[in-house]
């Protein structure tokens, strides 16, 4: 897998909604030991432990459905248009389809038949996470 220096060296992340994900990343590294690796504004903190990875963000990117997103899992892949083509073919519904962001991924979101929300991540460059 292609290294990108903006994303934990995880091939699952899991991410969690908080109503403040500094506070919350805050309390997870001081109750459970996890590591602050990146504070990305107000709103996400990456952070790692023992060779795994965890986004807190904040549950406002929700908007009317923060219900359900109190919970998804990143996933990171080699292929993200061949995974979001053979997920919507299975069943899945798309909510993104694959796109290139600033920070080196081409991402995709999807939502599984049972309602949990996936994103599927392909790094396409190592961005500096200073940047």
Same mark, same amino acid.
């Given at each position: 897998?292609?290294?990108?220096?903006?994303?934990?060296?995880? #091939?699952?992340?899991? %991410? @969690?909604?908080?109503?403040?994900?500094?506070? &919350?990343?805050?309390?997870? =590294?001081? /109750?459970? *030991?996890?590591?602050?690796?990146?504070?990305?504004?107000?709103?996400?903190?990456?952070?790692?432990?023992?060779?795994?990875?965890?986004?807190?963000?904040?549950?406002?990117?929700?908007?009317?459905?923060?219900?359900? #997103?109190?919970?998804? %899992? @990143?996933?990171?892949?080699?292929?993200?248009? &061949?995974?979001?083509?053979? =997920?919507? /073919?299975? *069943?899945?519904?798309?909510?993104?389809?694959?796109?290139?962001?600033?920070?080196?991924?081409?991402?995709?979101?999807?939502?599984?038949?049972?309602?949990?929300?996936?994103?599927?991540?392909?790094?396409?460059?190592?961005?500096?996470?200073?940047?």
């Amino acid at each position: 897998m292609t290294a990108n220096r903006s994303i934990p060296d995880a #091939a699952v992340i899991a %991410v @969690l909604s908080y109503p403040d994900p500094g506070a &919350a990343a805050e309390w997870l =590294a001081e /109750a459970f *030991g996890f590591t602050i690796r990146l504070r990305i504004f107000n709103h996400r903190v990456q952070m790692t432990f023992d060779g795994g990875a965890l986004v807190t963000t904040d549950t406002r990117w929700a908007g009317e459905d923060a219900a359900r #997103a109190g919970h998804s %899992v @990143l996933v990171r892949v080699a292929d993200v248009d &061949a995974v979001y083509a053979r =997920a919507v /073919a299975a *069943g899945a519904t798309g909510d993104m389809p694959p796109q290139d962001f600033e920070y080196g991924e081409r991402q995709a979101n999807l939502n599984d038949p049972w309602g949990h929300h996936w994103t599927f991540s392909q790094t396409i460059a190592d961005v500096d996470p200073a940047s």
